[in-house]
């Protein structure tokens, strides 16, 4: 009697064996820049399927841990992480995983380079990317707001692609009283000579064993509420190697993201740095959290990516009812539908990351300002929910393989759990939809894009031929989302409390049409018939434009459901 043991699933380049990140920087990019990336990111696509993976696997294996004191009793707040979660950073700076963004060797393309080398890269960091996204967004804060300190000290070592000489960031905002509503940040900033001392708790600051972390505070006499609070860099050590007046209370025992070391902690008159002058300290670290919902966004897709490549390599090894199961045509479909919220997904989030990298090289028109400042929240939201649901569903690919430990799959969807949550949750940016929507006009150049875009599908002979109920069904619903955005604008029903209601829905729709049309655009460019079905799936599976009727009366009742559960 023989006995069966199932092969395991495998990965191999993640580079080369990825047909739509390939296609998709041809389409965008001259030929001769995709080539000049193509070595390396070929490269990292080795690594993320062999030595990333080994480390990662240690870090996952070896948590971080807090040891608040020495063998002879004095507090020293020591957090111990493992030689694979160092060699993973080692790996982001040698890689340039930071550098690449800010050296702009590709110009407006380097953006779009660097999130590719993030896409590799983050599925087999044990969430390494969570610090580097929080370093970037500093990064970025710091060229727009550093003085010359900082920018000669904190942004070279930001920047490095010396594993030596690489920093890494925090970002510390959330405190007990609110990590949406940061207002009542209670860290308080006294004046001292030439700088300044905090005083104050941080509820969660992720990565606590970065060089450097960028806070909120309100400096002594300041107004209350957010506006009055300032922005602050700080080093977490001296120049013995001790805490700066800082104590780690406990590292946060979370659902996922395990190896990552995240703190509660207080500042106890911590030396720290104002950033860009007194007060709008919202405004100005926006700039870092627009770069982590990016980043966000980046990570959410390569995580479907890789519980893609894995479901897929599995079921060409796995045999169930005689057969494959990749030979069955049920499976087929499941898959298929995964396949086309990731690539939705994807299209929608590149989309965000070209126009990123045009404004940060001065090629930005104001509109397509305007626009980013719309897509960023709309692209975090979109993918950190298609993660969930995408995540959820490979496990079951596995059977009851995929519930158990050791396969890796539960640490994947505890993982993805976390993408809605943290850089602003589904509600919260959603509703920072309609703050862009109001602060920059941003509808108008999404409408004008959207338009463009459709006028520009239109003249090809093959949209008329193969896609024509998909356009139609574009049109249509950017037609209803006008329509519906026209009413509530001119107070032509509830008005504010209206747009509140319906914002979720608002930004899905947002996120559906923009996917939509991006996906048909490509599949016409590629005339390859995998990219014409994932577009004509898209736009016929789901209903585009998804806004409901509400009134005063539908929230008055749904209040007094919810009330009364
Ligand atoms: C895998 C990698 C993933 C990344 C990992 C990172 C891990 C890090 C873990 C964390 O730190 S999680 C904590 C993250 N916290 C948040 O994301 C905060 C969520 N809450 C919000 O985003 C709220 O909407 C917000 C705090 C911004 C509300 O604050 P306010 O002060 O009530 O908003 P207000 O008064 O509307 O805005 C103040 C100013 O900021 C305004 O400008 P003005 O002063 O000129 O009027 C706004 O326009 C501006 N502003 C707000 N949001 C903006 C923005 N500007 C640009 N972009 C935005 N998104």
Not at 10 to 23: F, I, P, S, V
Not at 80 to 107: H, M, P, S
Request: glycine share 8%; hydrophobic share 40%.
């Amino acid at each position: 009697m023989s006995e069966f043991f199932q092969e395991a699933p495998g990965l191999k380049n993640q580079y080369t064996e990825d047909r739509l990140l390939q296609a998709y920087l041809h389409w965008r990019i001259p030929a001769m820049v995709v080539s000049n990336m193509t070595a390396h990111l070929t490269h990292l696509g080795q690594r993320a399927a062999t030595d990333m993976l080994a480390w990662a696997d240690e870090a996952e294996k070896n948590p971080p841990k807090h040891i608040p004191y020495d063998p002879w009793g004095k507090r020293i707040d020591h957090i111990e992480t493992c030689n694979g979660w160092k060699q993973l950073e080692g790996v982001a700076a040698e890689e340039g995983l930071i550098a690449a963004g800010y050296e702009r060797k590709f110009d407006e393309y380097s953006r779009i380079y660097q999130m590719a080398l993030l896409y590799l890269y983050h599925p087999s960091s044990a969430i390494y990317s969570c610090p580097l996204a929080m370093t970037d967004g500093a990064t970025r804060a710091i060229e727009l707001y550093g003085d010359d300190y900082l920018k000669n000290k904190a942004y070279r070592h930001l920047t490095s692609r010396d594993p030596k000489n690489f920093w890494t960031s925090g970002q510390w905002m959330t405190e007990r009283t609110g990590g949406s509503d940061v207002s009542g940040t209670s860290t308080i900033a006294k004046k001292v000579g030439d700088h300044y001392e905090l005083h104050g708790t941080k509820w969660f600051t992720s990565a606590t064993t970065s060089q450097m972390a960028m806070t909120l505070a309100r400096i002594e006499g300041a107004d209350k509420g957010s506006r009055g609070l300032s922005l602050f860099y700080l080093e977490l050590r001296n120049d013995k190697n001790e805490l700066n007046k800082i104590m780690v209370h406990r590292l946060k025992d979370k659902l996922g993201t395990k190896s990552l070391p995240t703190a509660e902690l207080s500042l106890q008159g911590t030396p720290a740095r104002l950033v860009g002058g007194e007060g709008g300290g919202v405004k100005k670290i926006a700039s870092l959290f627009n770069i982590t919902r990016v980043y966000n966004s980046v990570c959410a897709l390569s995580h479907m990516r890789r519980g893609l490549a894995l479901a897929k390599d599995y079921s060409q090894k796995r045999e169930a009812f005689g057969r494959k199961i990749i030979d069955h045509p049920l499976h087929v479909e499941t898959m298929m539908d995964l396949y086309v919220d990731y690539a939705a997904s994807f299209h929608l989030v590149m989309r965000a990351v070209e126009l990123l990298g045009k404004e940060e090289c001065g090629k930005a028109t104001e509109e397509e300002s305007a626009l980013l400042r719309l897509l960023t929240p709309v692209i975090k939201l979109f993918s950190a929910k298609k993660c969930m649901s995408v995540t959820s569903e490979v496990m079951e690919v596995f059977g009851g393989a995929g519930y158990v430990e050791d396969t890796g799959m539960p640490r994947m969807l505890r993982d993805a759990q976390v993408f809605p949550i943290w850089e602003g949750t589904t509600n919260v940016l959603s509703l920072d939809i309609l703050r862009a929507i109001e602060k920059e006009n941003a509808f108008k150049p999404f409408m004008k894009e959207l338009g463009h875009r459709l006028q520009g599908i239109m003249k090809e002979p093959m949209a008329g031929q193969q896609l024509k109920g998909e356009v139609q069904a574009i049109e249509k619903s950017l037609k209803d989302l006008e329509s519906y955005f026209h009413k509530i604008a001119s107070g032509g029903t509830g008005g504010l409390e209206d747009l509140q209601t319906s914002a979720r829905y608002f930004a899905f729709s947002v996120g559906n049409i923009f996917a939509a049309t991006l996906m048909t655009e490509f599949a016409l460019h590629t005339k390859d018939l995998r990219d014409i079905e994932t577009a004509r799936r898209w736009c016929t599976r789901n209903t585009l434009f998804e806004v409901p009727e509400t009134s005063q009366s539908h929230r008055f009742s749904n209040a007094e459901i919810i009330k009364g559960l």
